[in-house]
């Protein structure tokens, strides 16, 4: 199911990247985005759990949403974030409105890593 995932997440940025980028580095980016997607959301669960302070969790997840929000740039993609640990923290936006969330809006990276 994970290869699946991935495959399919490729493709949808694959459709919805406006510069020329070649495939490989379209996946080392994919790959970038789903390590940040996987350390984001396990903050979001010490932070739910009170196993770290707010402070400590804002400072951390500012740092790492600043790398993923530099991704999206060269992509050009919009994304935005959210704190609940029980979802996929980045969401991105995607120029041709397809999505894989609940929300029927955003594309989320959840079940590739």
């Known amino acids: 199911m994970k290869n699946e995932q991935y495959a399919l997440a490729l493709l949808a940025f694959r ?10 580095d379209l996946i080392n980016h994919l790959y970038k985005l789903a390590f ?10 010490q ?5 770290i302070e707010e402070n400590d ?3 951390i997840t500012e740092g790492l949403k ?3 929000k530099n991704i999206c740039a060269l992509l050009n993609l919009q994304v935005t974030f959210q704190n609940d640990p029980r979802g996929a923290y980045i969401c991105f936006i ?7 969330s609940f929300d029927g809006k955003t594309y989320r990276l959840t079940y590739i890593y």
């Open 47 to 51: 932070w739910c759990n009170g196993e």
């Open 36 to 45: 940040f997607e996987k350390k984001l959301n396990r903050f979001a669960c």
């Open 94 to 100: 995607m120029p041709d409105k397809s999505y894989n």
């Open 66 to 68: 600043t790398r993923v």
């Open 15 to 24: 459709r919805n990247i406006s510069k020329d980028i070649s495939d490989y």
């Open 57 to 59: 969790y804002i400072k």
